[in-house]
């Protein structure tokens, strides 16, 4: 990682958990980074992974995502959402040992004058790649972050969750 990004806190799954979070986010920073990769053990190829800020549910977040598999190409739009889409794991059924990857990234999260902005970035081997950017209605300085699989299912032990701190330039 660059310079900049400095490491503020990893989770790895120590068993199968169906959410992860970090809490206590320092508003020291500019932007906010979460990289993750792991699988889930639901018996699908692949599942949706969503991202909750502040422990809100209250359907204020909005997100359009742009997905590719190498043959066709998508796009879908939704509003009044309890949280953000960001990528997708592998499933139980992916081929073996195949793993989902996400970059997701909240800028200004802890301006308490302007809704949040975000952007996401991710990838399951062999199956689809996705982009996604969000906006988050809220004012409110971003202090959780928690990810959960989108459905059933729970993510695997040994998947992997970091969060980063970008530094002002």
Sequence with gaps: ???TYVPIATIVASGSVSD?????????????????????VNAVTEQAITVYLNNDFSGIASFTELRGDGSSATSSRLTGQSGFRIGYFAGASAAGGAVGQCNFSVMNYSNTTTFKTT?????TAGTSTTAD????????AITR?????????????????????ILKA
């Design 20 to 40: 992860v979070e970090f809490t206590s986010i320092p508003s020291t920073y500019t932007d906010l980074v979460v990289v993750c990769q792991g699988r889930t």
């Design 119 to 123: 952007i996401a970035r991710g990838g």
């Design 133 to 140: 950017v969000g906006l988050w209605r809220s004012t409110a």
């Design 1 to 3: 990682m660059p310079r």
């Design 145 to 165: 972050v928690g990810m959960a699989t989108f459905g059933a299912g729970n993510y695997v032990a040994g998947s992997t969750f970091t969060l980063y701190g």
